[in-house]
């Protein structure tokens, strides 16, 4: 889950009042703690009827799965009043109490259920092998092993879950790897849809699966 203190403390907005009023700013919304709304989630029974990625009830929608349309949170919140109606019809018939919420625990189930578009799939280690090739990244790199080709080996990558960590490496190595790319005739290669995805899911197989194989 989302655990950086950077996403919980973000502020949102602050709207200035009309000048008759004077500059007093309102909190518009500030986000919550994906981590405690996970807990708000459980505690007031929300899997009972909603999944989450396929895991939970069946009788209302996946809150897992990304919506057609991008919601913001306010939209959400528009959402859980349309709805709420059928949803205490539903708890009724099932025979359970309808679950109040404060406000922080409010705020926490939003960002909680927001924060859930912001993560990857499961990558395609299959897919990303392919990729490995047909993007020139084995041009360069090898998968397995301590021994360094034209860059260095991407094994020691292997324990790198973060996709902030693998932003932060690339990002800091992109000058030198496109100079190096120019010189020996290689194009930048530009990745689409979950492409990275499947890249990054491979190159940690590929090489928890040398490591494993040397012991």
Not at 74 to 90: C, D, F, I, K, S
Not at 139 to 151: K, P, V
């Amino acid at each position: 889950m989302l655990r950086h203190r950077s996403f919980v403390l973000m502020l949102l907005l602050l709207t200035p009042l009309t000048a008759g009023e004077g500059l007093a700013q309102e909190r518009y919304a500030l986000w919550g703690d994906p981590v405690e709304g996970r807990q708000v989630y459980a505690d007031a029974g929300c899997g009972g009827c909603h999944a989450i990625n396929g895991v939970g009830g069946t009788m209302g929608p996946d809150l897992g799965r990304p919506p057609v349309d991008h919601k913001t949170v306010t939209q959400m919140a528009g959402a859980m009043w349309n709805h709420t109606p059928a949803m205490r019809r539903t708890a009724e018939v099932r025979g359970l109490a309808f679950q109040t919420l404060t406000e922080s625990e409010m705020l926490d189930l939003l960002t909680y259920l927001y924060s859930l578009h912001f993560l990857d799939r499961e990558g395609d280690s299959a897919k990303g092998a392919r990729l490995f090739v047909r993007k020139g990244c084995a041009a360069c790199h090898t998968t397995s092993g301590d021994q360094a080709g034209i860059g260095p080996p991407l094994g020691r990558f292997r324990d790198f879950a973060s996709p902030i960590l693998w932003a932060e490496v690339m990002w800091t190595h992109a000058v030198q790897m496109q100079q190096k790319m120019e010189e020996i005739g290689l194009e930048w290669p530009t990745f689409e849809g979950d492409e990275m995805v499947d890249l990054i899911t491979y190159v940690r197989a590929a090489a928890r699966s040398w490591e494993s194989q040397q012991r």
